[in-house]
């Protein structure tokens, strides 16, 4: 009796099961966790998924999502990824750089010509690679989720030209990328926590800085830059992955329609970081309160750009790798 007792609950405790042996009882428990609130695309995407693989599974898969980092922080995540005691996750593109050092491709700069191609490289051969990277690191790597192009912001001479940021003091993420980017242009590479940004702006410890277009407007950025540059030139994303003791427990036709769900989500989610995308661009531009001037590149600055900045990629072929580096260029 012991024995079968703790074979029942080994099941338990590896599967995540509410019960084990029969397969029509069998009821997979998923606690999906990440950071954000779930008034943004990504919390929304989240609770999608939630309902629709209930939906599909005949309640077979129940997901529990835990917002606004209430279970774990996307720091702690992979250990407890590891543990099964979260089965999912939703990382932002830099969480994964310190296990995968190819993920450092998301800040090369002007790499992406636009939104389509970017979700080319996402669902082709490119992105299929990213994500077997961390396959020998025991993550499964699903579905790739929108969080927006980074702008250049200054209080000093706007930032249209790469020359034009020469001298300024630059605010970046700690990245061997970011800092090879800013020296390229001549601009003066400050790291700093995201925290300390706005009183960095406004006291003058840095000039300028990159960021979404959701951190310019939410963490009201406007008030302490004097322009805004659209100029899509890196990429803010994130990855959604499940822990590798649950996927193996999820028998395969099981899987199949945990990855339809997904997949459903994941145009739900990029649709809805375009429309808010939108939505900001349009405050930023009309709202009293923004008096920052936006400025959009013409199709001849950004070729200054991507010729300028096209020059310093094989300073990141031994940190991503050349093969990543030239798919994502040759993918149409």
């Not at 961390?134 to 209080?155: E, H, M, P, R, V």
């Not at 001549?186 to 960095?200: K, N, T």
């Not at 410890?205 to 805004?228: G, M, R, T, W």
């Not at 994303?237 to 193996?248: D, P, T």
């Amino acid at each position: 009796m012991k024995k079968i007792l703790g074979l029942v609950l080994g099941c338990l405790v590896i599967l995540g099961l509410t019960g084990c042996g029969d397969g029509e009882k069998d009821v997979y428990k998923v606690k999906f966790a990440h950071v954000v609130s779930m008034n943004t695309p990504k919390g929304q995407a989240a609770e999608f998924f939630a309902k629709r693989v209930d939906e599909l599974s005949g309640g077979k898969i129940k997901v529990e999502v835990f917002p606004s980092a209430q279970l774990v922080d996307d720091d702690k995540v992979f250990q407890e990824l590891a543990r099964n005691n979260v089965q999912m996750a939703a990382p932002s593109f830099s969480k994964f750089t310190p296990i995968a050092k190819e993920f450092n491709v998301w800040d090369i700069p002007f790499i992406f010509r636009d939104t389509e191609h970017l979700h080319n490289v996402m669902d082709g051969e490119a992105g299929e690679i990213l994500k077997e990277s961390l396959s020998k690191k025991g993550i499964i790597a699903l579905d790739y989720w929108d969080a927006g192009f980074k702008q250049f912001s200054t209080n000093k001479k706007p930032i249209i030209l790469p020359e034009d940021a020469k001298g300024q003091k630059m605010r970046i993420m700690s990245s061997r990328v970011l800092e090879e980017q800013t020296k390229a242009i001549g601009a003066i590479p400050q790291v700093l926590p995201f925290g300390e940004v706005y009183s960095a702006l406004s006291t003058g410890v840095v000039d300028a800085a990159e960021n979404p277009l959701s951190n310019l407007y939410n963490s009201k950025f406007y008030e302490v830059q004097d322009s805004i540059t659209i100029s899509n030139h890196g990429y803010l994303g994130y990855l959604v992955v499940v822990s590798e003791g649950f996927w193996k427990g999820l028998p395969d036709d099981l899987k199949d329609i945990f990855k339809q769900a997904l997949h459903e989500a994941t145009l739900f989610e990029r649709e809805e970081s375009a429309k808010e995308e939108q939505i900001l661009l349009e405050k930023l531009q009309k709202d009293d309160a923004t008096k920052t001037q936006v400025i959009f590149l013409n199709d001849e600055q950004k070729a200054r750009w991507q010729e300028e900045m096209k020059a310093i990629y094989p300073k990141f072929y031994d940190i991503v790798g050349k093969e990543i580096i030239d798919k994502i260029i040759e993918t149409k």
